[in-house]
């Protein structure tokens, strides 16, 4: 009692206490996050241009909203990668004084069809009307609610920023120059000929087990070649999945369970938690009532096509009788019972048509000129055409329909219900028989259609019971996961899959800004815990993965020297330092100075070939081999080389005839083939070169 009134009395002081160690911790985790200097607010800098968080989400979120399916991490990395673009380039513009003037401005505004085909900023002779696009944008800025003038100005930055690049383009195409030598030189690389022969013992002869390569030889290897093997930082991963399955007495229980809704009788409701009566599927009155008291699938009145149910059931589904009931089966992850409910015939049907449009016609695009007779005349000539060629059809619908949703498909719609098109359409595909062919007037305009199918269709009640584990086996199969994370922590994943008989996946290897991991798919967790500053090389940790179970990953190691990592490289590396550790070995059994004595020595043939040059430096049946040409064009005539470590292996050549290109003045055709190839990739180049010579930090991974 005297402790607990001294409490009392302290009180004030304990909570004082407290409330500053709380503090301290909060602090501290601020402090180590870099809360207080402002850095969390930056996504990253180019060149000391901060690019701010809440500004560069905004546009996150508008580019996943713009493209439907894009992830969050998609979406971010194209926006820096957009970023990182639009500062690089601004800089440029500025260094060379690059402005746009108001008739630029206008000009790109002309040139854009969202405003340049608009009917409201068309004059009488149908010209784009600059008056009349000033004006709008006037009363823009004059209205009340200003979210179209913010819109519009953000689309004007936008038009800017394209229109400098366009003409930043056009600078540095200008500036490309391909000279008479250079002319001149491929002329002669491509026209030079060599006839010579060869002997060779390829890299194939040696077995791989015979050249190890150890990961420091892939490293020393890339060191020697930075610049070839730059990467950006990565961190390997090893992980073990467990999988979440269901047990044998959970598929048990849940076959109890549907047999249980077939027969009827007393079946547990684990909605409820109380037992039910209930009467077999085949038996119940209700069906979407039945489904939805005992189903994990909701029920769906849709009428569906044979064409569209399942290939491994559908026959059987859809050749179901009133009341019959199919299943128990296993399809997409449950136990099913299905029952037929209804049956239509010609319930869907499938149509080509050709829509063409007239000025004045609904959705009409400003484009279209015809008017309402000409359209008229162009549908009846057109089905003219596809009545005496109908195999003519989809081509004649690419080329002229006005339909953009069919017309690169061949104006094809399938799975069209009644009412889903306008009614003179609906009338005529659901009117006539299969390959009629007739042209139909709309509010859209004349439309040549044929009609291609028409479906039965059904209704199928289905109830579903998914296959997952009982709450007694995901106890387990966590309890497991947790004590395999234990045991990697201790004692390493290796030896701890070892000891478990579990399987370590191939190691993965993941960029800061990286979400997918081979073998586990989107994981953005467990990439942005392998880039935490505090996760060591070595650390541990389970991660529950949906629809699978849990992976208990390890981190291998962090490669921070901006090389490829190991995994990458050795898919490229590797196989090179081999074939030079191979070459070393096949060197030795090509003894001799001659062809003769090198064939004697390896036991390989002598192989003539003509006419080879350094345009396509190919050796037949071997391959591409540019160094054993070159050195066959390098040598005087009836001279011998020594060995040279090619690509497919080693070789020894003896030249027997050069050909000197014969001499001309007018290298036209080849300079004009380079410049096309070296402007063709000049901008992309230069956006390259400015992003390597760039002092970039980017703290995406914090995201």
């Keep these: 009692m005297a402790i607990l009134s001294k409490i009392r009395q302290r009180s004030i002081l304990l909570i004082l206490i407290i409330a500053l160690a709380l503090f301290s911790f909060v602090l501290a985790d601020v402090i180590k996050s870099g809360g207080f ?29 713009s493209q439907q399916g894009m992830t969050t991490t998609q979406a971010i990395n194209n926006v820096w990668e957009q970023e990182v673009r639009k500062v690089l380039l601004n800089e ?17 505004i002309k040139n854009h069809p969202q405003y340049s085909q608009a009917p409201q900023f068309l004059n009488a002779a149908g010209k784009f009307d600059e008056k009349k696009f000033e004006e709008y944008i006037k009363s823009l800025q004059n209205a009340p609610d200003q979210t179209t003038w913010q819109q519009w100005l953000a689309f004007e930055n936008d038009l800017q920023d394209y229109a400098k690049e366009q003409i930043y383009n056009t600078l540095i195409k200008s500036s490309v120059y391909t000279t008479k030598a250079e002319g001149k030189a491929k002329y002669e690389r491509e026209t030079n000929k060599v006839d010579f022969d060869f002997v060779s013992v390829a890299y194939s002869t040696v077995s791989d087990d015979q050249v190890k390569v150890t990961d420091e030889e892939i490293i020393a290897y890339m060191k020697k070649n930075p610049k070839k093997y730059k990467y950006d930082n990565t961190r390997t991963l090893e992980f073990v999945v467990i999988d979440n399955k269901p047990s044998k007495e959970d598929e048990n229980a849940m076959k109890t369970k549907i047999d249980g809704l077939l027969k009827g009788g ?12 209930i009467p077999g599927f085949g038996a119940a009155k209700n069906i979407a009532e039945f489904v939805n008291s005992n189903s994990d699938l909701k029920f769906d009145s849709t009428y569906v096509a044979k064409k569209d149910l399942s290939p491994e059931f559908g026959e059987q589904l859809f050749n179901l009788a009133p009341g019959q009931v199919y299943g128990p089966y296993v399809e997409g992850g449950y136990y099913k019972l299905t029952r037929l409910v209804g ?9 080509s048509h050709i829509l063409i449009a007239y000025k004045g016609a609904s959705s009409a695009a400003p484009t279209v000129k015809l008017t309402k007779e000409e359209a008229k005349a162009k549908a009846d000539n057109l089905l003219a055409q596809v009545q005496a060629n109908p195999g003519n059809f989809g081509m004649l619908a690419m080329a002229n329909s006005d339909d953009q949703g069919s017309k690169q498909n061949g104006g094809v719609y399938d799975n069209v219900a009644p009412g889903q098109m306008v009614k003179p359409f609906d009338n005529f595909l659901f009117n ?27 209704a199928l009640g289905t109830v579903g019971l998914k296959i997952q584990p009982s709450e007694k086996t995901e106890n387990a199969n966590y309890a497991k996961a947790n004590k395999f994370e234990a045991d990697a922590t201790a004692n390493g994943i290796e030896k701890a899959a070892k000891a478990s008989g579990l399987k370590v996946a191939p190691s993965a290897s993941v960029r800061a800004y990286d979400e997918n991991i081979n073998g586990l798919g989107i994981q953005r967790q467990i990439v942005s815990w392998a880039f935490n500053e505090e996760t060591a090389e070595g650390a541990v940790k389970r991660f529950d993965i949906p629809n699978v179970g849990f992976a208990v990953v390890s981190l291998k190691a962090k490669n921070d020297n901006g090389l490829l990592p190991i995994d990458l490289a050795k898919q490229s590396v590797e196989p090179l330092i081999k074939n030079e550790k191979k070459a070393e070995i096949i060197r030795k059994k090509m003894n001799g100075a001659t062809l003769e004595a090198v064939s004697k020595a390896s036991g390989a043939t002598i192989t003539p070939v003509i006419g080879l040059s350094l345009g396509n430096p190919v050796l037949p049946n071997i391959g591409y081999e540019p160094k ?10 009836n001279k011998t080389s020594k060995l040279i470590d090619g690509n497919m292996g080693v070789y020894m050549v003896k030249t027997k005839l050069y050909s000197k290109a014969p001499v001309i003045k007018d290298f036209t055709s080849q300079i004009d083939q380079l410049s096309q190839q070296t402007k063709g990739g000049a901008s992309y180049r230069v956006i390259q070169a400015l992003r390597d ?11």
């Design 92 to 108: 440029q513009y500025e260094k060379i004084g690059l402005v746009l003037g108001k008739d630029q401005i206008m000009g790109v």
């Design 37 to 65: 200097s402002g850095s969390s607010n930056k996504v990253g800098s180019i060149n000391g241009t901060d690019v701010d968080y809440q500004e560069f989400m905004q546009k996150v979120s508008n580019a996943e909203k």
């Design 628 to 637: 054993v040409v070159g050195t066959a064009l390098g040598l005087a005539q």
């Design 432 to 458: 006539n028989p299969v390959g009629k062919m007739g042209v139909v007037e709309t509010d859209f305009g004349f439309h040549v259609m044929r009609v291609e199918a028409k479906y039965d269709a059904v």
């Design 343 to 351: 049956r239509k015939s010609n319930a869907n049907a499938k149509v």
């Design 266 to 277: 007393v079946v547990y409701n684990s909605k409820t938690g109380k037992n039910d009566t």
């Design 693 to 703: 010579r760039a002092d970039i930090t980017d703290n995406r991974g914090r995201f």
